[in-house]
């Protein structure tokens, strides 16, 4: 069974600090897809980044990083020097194949207050 | 990038009766579509797989009976809630997949049975 595991419920920061989103999963499958979707309150769901179980590299996008070590199963998100408009619910999720049904983790609830 | 559309975005229906919400590929072909339901301050849960021209596929514990799933076409799929109850309120979110490509996500639709 797949299980994704966002331990932090609820995290608040001021303006400009760095946060790190922590994502631990697990998976019987050799082959699996890691994803990290952002929530504002509108409800819709923003995809932020994709990564596969061959690809370890840690990515940088703008304010966003992520690592990812297979080694402890984890996929943790730092925002640097967080924004206001960063404020959401971040969801964690894994598939066994790209594109195929989801499993989300709890998810986190990120406030940063101005 | 790919769209995805739901319809109603919000609806407020009476116990007892039926809601269908739509849901829609803008500018691709969808051979399968993901129905996901999200409690207030909880996570998405899949619902049921729907691939186009066969019968959806549900998780354990959905009803479906209930929640009655048609993906006609390669870029509609609606689900129905059947005989609507109080605790069925909640935000149901699709997604659609291209091909082997990832999922796209519509903006969600609101439900609350009165």
């Known amino acids: 069974a797949q299980k994704v595991t966002q331990a932090q419920t609820e995290i608040s920061v001021v303006e400009k600090e760095d946060v790190t989103l922590d994502c631990v999963y697990e998976t019987r499958d050799t082959t699996y897809y890691l994803f990290w979707y952002k929530q504002p309150p509108s409800g819709e769901l923003v995809f932020l980044i994709r990564?596969?179980?061959?690809?370890?590299q840690n990515e940088i996008s703008g304010r966003y990083s992520w690592n990812f070590q297979k080694s402890t199963s984890s996929f943790n998100f730092t925002i640097t020097a967080s924004q206001v408009v960063d404020s959401a619910v971040y969801f964690c999720a894994l598939s066994a194949e790209y594109g195929n049904k989801l499993v989300f983790g709890a998810g986190t609830i990120l406030r940063v207050k101005s | 990038g790919a769209v995805v559309s739901q319809h109603p975005s919000r609806v407020i229906c009476k116990s007892g009766t039926s809601v269908k919400i739509e849901c829609r590929s803008l500018?691709?072909?969808?051979?399968?579509m993901f129905w996901y339901r999200q409690f207030p301050k909880q996570s998405l849960m899949l619902m049921a797989t729907?691939?186009?021209?066969?019968?959806?596929?549900?998780e354990q514990g959905v009803e479906k009976d209930k929640f009655l799933i048609n993906h006609a076409s390669l870029t509609l799929s609606t689900l129905t809630v059947t005989s609507a109850h109080p605790e069925d309120s909640s935000f149901y979110i699709c997604?659609?997949?291209?091909?082997?490509?990832?999922?796209?996500f519509g903006p969600g639709t609101r439900l609350t049975v009165t």
């Open positions: 997604s659609a997949k291209g091909g082997i490509y990832e999922q796209y």
């Open positions: 729907s691939n186009e021209g066969s019968k959806a596929t549900y």
């Open positions: 990564r596969n179980s061959f690809d370890e």
């Open positions: 500018d691709f072909q969808a051979t399968t």
